[in-house]
C-alpha cells in the first residue's frame, strides 16, 4: 500500500498517468477545493494588509509615503504576473505551474513574517505576490478544464466565493491577528495554510500540458515592468521627505522618462509581435476598451478608498485594527448578494443602466467619506460602506458582459486577463496618487492651521490654561511643564485635524474621479440582438 502511495507521489508531476482516482466523479471538487484556498489567501493578502499600516509604520518609524508601498508593490506585481500566467502554465504544465506559484507565495509570506526593516518587507511581498499573480489565473483555468460545461459556471460560482470572501474578511482577519498577536501574524498565518495546499496540489491534481507553447515575449513583459515600476515610483516620490528637488528633481525627471520610453517600446512590441504578451488588438473592440477605461477609474477610487478609510480609523477615531477591519465585511456580503440580482437585470434591461447606477452609487459613497472628522458617528462611516458594497455587486456584472460581448470565443481568456490586469493597474494607481495627495495635503493643512491659530489670541490662552490645569491633576509635575503639555496638545490636536482634512480631500477628488466614469457608460453599445430580445420579453 506504502509503495502504491510513494509511487503515485513521485509521478505527481507528470501529465500521463493513468490512476483511478482522476476518473473520480468527485476528483474535479476536491481540485476546486484545493484552487479555492490558494485564491483565498492570494485574494486575501491583497487586502489583509490594509488594516496593519499604522502598526508596520509605527513599528519601523516610516512615514505613510513609505508603507504604502507595501500594498502598492504587492499589487502592482501582481498586476504585472497575470498576463504571464498563461504562457507558464502551457510550457510547464498547470499543476507544476500552480505548485510553483503557491510556493513562491509561501515563501514570501514566511519571509515578510521575519522581515526587519520595510525596504525588506516590500521585497518579500514581491516574492509573495509573483506567487499570487500566477495563483489566479492558473487556478481558474484548471477548475475551467476540469468541469463539465453543464458544472462550469457551478465551479466558477464557488471559485469565485473564495475570491468575494477573501476580501470581506481579509481586513477583520488582519485587525485580529495584529491586535492579538503582532503584525508579523498576518503573513505568518499563510504559511501552515500554504504548505496544506502544496500538499494537496501533489497528491489530489493531475498534470495537463498544451502540446504547443507560443514563444515568450520578453520584451513586451519587461517594457511593461519597467514602464509601470518607473511610473509609479514617480508618483510615489514626488513628494516624498527625500526628494527634496519635488516634481523637477532629477531623479522625478528621469523615472517619467524612462516611463515614456518603455511604454513606447511595449506599445511597438505588442502590435508588432506574432506573441504578444498582451493582445492589445482587444482594445479595437470600442465595448471592451470602454469598459476597461471604466474599469481602471474603478479600482483607482475603489482600492485607494480602502488604502485611506483604515488609516483614518486607527490613526484619527482611536479605532483598534480589528475593530477597523470589521467594518469591511458588510461590502463583500451586500456585493455578493447583489451580483447574482445585477446580472438578472441584466438580462432583463439595458446592462449600462444597473453599471450607470452602481459607478454613481460607488462615487456617492466616496463623497459621503468627504465629510468625516473627528466627530463621525459610527453609522455615517457604515452608511458609505453599505452604498459601496451595493455598487460594487451592482456594476461588475453588467460591465463584464458588456465589455466581453463581442469579443471572440478563442480569445475571451486573454480578454478577462486583461480586465483583471486593468482593475489591479488601477487600484496600484489608487494607492499611490491617495498617498501623494494624503502628505501633500497634511502639509497644507498643516501650515494653514498654524497660521490661523494665534499664541496671543484670548481663546489660545483659555484653552491652553485648562490644559495646563488638566495635565497638572492627571499627570503632576510644575506649571512650566504642565504648559508645555498643554502646547503639545494643543499642537497634536491641529496636526490630527490636519490629516483628517486631507483625508476628506482625498475622498473628494476621488468621487469626483468616479463619477466622471457614468459618462463613457452612456456611449456603450449594446448589440441590436439583446435589444431585440428584451422587446421580446
Not at 8 to 33: D, I
Not at 127 to 144: D, H, K, R, S
Not at 182 to 208: D, H
Not at 506 to 535: C, G, H, N, Q, Y
Request: aromatic share 12%.
Amino acid at each position: 500500500m506504502f509503495g502504491g502511495i510513494t509511487h503515485r507521489l513521485k509521478l505527481g508531476f507528470t501529465h500521463r498517468v493513468p490512476s483511478l482516482h482522476h476518473e473520480h466523479t468527485s476528483y474535479r471538487w476536491w481540485v476546486l477545493a484545493n484552487v479555492m484556498i490558494g485564491t483565498f489567501m492570494a485574494v486575501l493578502d491583497a487586502t489583509i494588509v490594509d488594516v496593519s499600516l499604522s502598526k508596520i509604520m509605527a513599528s519601523f518609524g516610516i512615514t505613510v509615503d513609505k508603507a504604502e508601498w507595501v500594498i502598492t508593490a504587492y499589487m502592482l506585481v501582481f498586476a504585472v504576473m497575470l498576463p504571464t500566467s498563461g504562457w507558464i502554465a502551457d510550457h510547464f504544465g498547470y499543476k507544476r505551474t500552480y505548485f510553483l506559484a503557491l510556493s513562491l507565495f509561501t515563501l514570501g509570506s514566511f519571509l515578510c513574517g521575519q522581515a526587519w526593516n520595510e525596504n525588506m518587507l516590500i521585497i518579500f511581498r514581491i516574492v509573495q505576490a509573483c506567487g499570487a499573480g500566477l495563483i489566479m489565473p492558473t487556478g481558474m483555468a484548471i477548475v475551467t478544464r476540469e468541469f463539465p460545461v453543464r458544472q462550469r459556471g457551478l465551479a466558477l460560482g464557488f471559485w469565485a466565493i473564495a475570491a468575494a470572501a477573501s476580501v470581506s474578511l481579509g481586513p477583520m482577519i488582519g485587525g485580529y491577528l495584529i491586535d492579538n498577536i503582532n503584525w508579523n501574524a498576518i503573513f505568518n498565518v499563510n504559511v501552515p495554510v500554504g504548505i496544506m495546499g502544496l500538499f494537496a496540489t501533489a497528491v489530489i491534481q493531475r498534470e495537463y500540458k498544451t502540446e504547443r507553447s507560443r514563444s515568450f515575449d520578453v520584451v513586451g513583459f519587461v517594457s511593461m515592468a519597467t514602464f509601470l515600476c518607473a511610473l509609479l515610483l514617480a508618483l510615489t516620490d514626488g513628494n516624498a521627505s527625500w526628494n527634496t528637488g519635488g516634481w523637477s528633481s532629477p531623479f522625478i525627471v528621469s523615472c517619467f522618462v524612462i516611463s515614456a520610453s518603455a511604454f513606447i517600446v511595449f506599445l511597438v512590441t505588442e502590435l508588432t509581435i506574432e506573441h504578444p504578451l498582451i493582445d492589445l488588438s482587444l482594445l479595437k473592440d470600442f465595448n471592451f476598451s470602454v469598459a476597461n477605461g471604466i474599469l481602471f477609474i474603478f479600482g483607482f477610487g475603489m482600492f485607494g478608498s480602502t488604502f485611506l478609510l483604515p488609516l483614518y480609523l486607527q490613526l484619527s477615531m482611536g479605532y483598534t485594527a480589528f475593530q477597523a477591519g470589521s467594518l469591511f465585511l458588510p461590502v463583500g456580503i451586500l456585493q455578493a448578494i447583489t451580483a447574482p440580482i445585477s446580472g438578472f437585470l441584466s438580462d432583463k434591461v439595458d446592462p449600462r443602466i444597473p453599471a450607470g447606477i452602481g459607478i454613481t452609487l460607488l462615487a456617492f459613497s466616496l463623497f459621503i467619506n468627504s465629510s468625516l472628522s473627528m466627530y463621525s458617528e459610527h453609522h455615517q462611516i457604515m452608511l458609505a460602506l453599505y452604498i459601496r458594497g451595493f455598487a460594487m455587486g451592482l456594476m461588475f456584472t453588467p460591465l463584464s458582459m458588456t465589455a466581453l460581448s463581442n469579443v471572440p470565443k478563442h480569445k475571451i481568456g486573454q480578454a478577462s486577463g486583461l480586465f483583471n490586469v486593468i482593475r489591479q493597474l488601477g487600484g496600484s494607481f489608487g494607492i499611490a496618487f491617495m498617498s501623494t495627495m494624503l502628505l501633500r495635503r497634511t502639509i497644507y493643512h498643516t501650515a494653514t492651521f498654524g497660521q490661523v491659530v494665534n499664541p496671543q489670541s484670548d481663546a489660545f490662552q483659555q484653552a491652553a490654561q485648562h490644559l495646563t490645569r488638566f495635565s497638572m491633576n492627571a499627570v503632576g509635575g510644575n506649571q512650566s511643564l504642565a504648559a508645555m503639555r498643554a502646547t503639545a496638545l494643543i499642537a497634536s490636536h491641529i496636526s490630527t485635524q490636519a490629516f483628517i482634512r486631507a483625508v476628506c480631500d482625498d475622498f473628494l477628488v476621488a468621487s469626483i474621479i468616479t463619477i466622471v466614469a457614468v459618462i463613457p457608460i452612456l456611449f456603450l453599445r449594446v448589440r441590436k440582438r439583446e435589444k431585440s430580445e428584451l422587446v421580446m420579453e
